[in-house]
């Protein structure tokens, strides 16, 4: 722009007959009015150049966030929806499950030594109706247990120890058998969960195979469609197989805790019952 605007000064002087003078301010005039501009624009650079870098930031969760939701989405399209399906679903029944499991074994949760010192205040002060009713009257194995054997202890005809003994390790087994239940479907869709993965691999690489024997060539393009579909459902089952592990493990380790309890509570309710002298030696 500069040489252009000295181009026009100097044709302007050939032809009107401008003095160099007049050319010359024209020259410096041009020159401070470009270096103006050039700082302007130079301001104007910087300015975006320092707001880029918050905008970037600003808008860099979003796009990740949706970059990941498109990219479940569209794995689980390419990994053949019937597969796929049945993995998810196995993944959901196993979680109702395991949810179930945890709310179950939470509320059986009690403070044993605490309850099982309150029976022994109502055994020791010949109060067995009252620690009937406060056993009926708390949740968990550990408070049947106590039931089951303040029952027997406030009968006539068999509140002697042995049957006592054998009332509790009886109701032991019933209980330990509530605290395990619905284990075995959490297990089924754990094995569920691979063997549907693995069943769409054999699946893919049949495919594969056909588009070969279609297309008479064996190439990358041809191939590369029923390989995804192979890994993409191997590598959901195994992740939904996982995650029911570790929700199954955390249950194993609550129903090991609570068949703990009630082994200390069944030796504490044969003591407790052996001291009152309703019990028949």
């Not at 301001?43 to 930031?57: F, R, T």
């Not at 808008?59 to 990219?71: I, M, R």
């Not at 993995?87 to 074994?105: D, M, N, P």
């Not at 605490?114 to 109706?129: R, W």
């Amino acid at each position: 722009m500069k040489k252009y605007f000295a181009i026009v000064a100097m044709v302007a002087a050939f032809t009107f007959g401008m003095t160099p003078s007049v050319i010359a301010q024209d020259e410096v005039a041009e020159e401070a009015a470009q270096e103006q501009v050039d700082s302007v624009a130079e301001e104007a650079v910087d300015s975006v150049a320092e707001e880029a870098p918050a905008v970037e930031e600003a808008v860099a969760p979003v796009e990740e966030e949706e970059g990941l939701h498109k990219t479940l989405k569209t794995k689980f399209i390419e990994g053949d929806a019937g597969f796929m399906s049945l993995v998810a679903i196995a993944l959901v029944l196993g979680l109702a499950f395991c949810i179930e499991r945890i709310i179950y074994l939470t509320l059986a949760q009690v403070n044993t030594r605490k309850f099982l010192a309150t029976i022994a205040e109502k055994v020791k002060a010949n109060k067995i109706e009252e620690g009937i009713a406060f056993a009926a009257g708390t949740r968990g194995p550990v408070a049947q247990l106590a039931k089951k054997a303040l029952q027997n202890l406030n009968s006539d005809d068999q509140n002697d120890i042995a049957t006592i003994e054998r009332t509790i390790n009886i109701e032991a087994e019933v209980q330990g058998a509530y605290l395990e239940e619905n284990c075995s479907w959490i297990t089924l869709f754990i094995a569920m969960a691979p063997s549907l993965g693995f069943l769409g691999t054999v699946i893919g690489m049949v495919q594969a195979f056909d588009d070969i024997e279609r297309a008479g060539d064996i190439s990358p393009t041809v191939v590369a469609g029923g390989m995804k579909v192979a890994l993409i459902t191997t590598i959901f089952g195994i992740v939904v197989a996982l995650i029911l592990q570790v929700f199954y493990n955390y249950i194993l380790s609550r129903v090991e805790a609570l068949n703990s309890n009630m082994e200390e509570a069944a030796m504490s309710l044969l003591d407790t019952c052996v001291k009152s002298p309703k019990c028949k030696k």
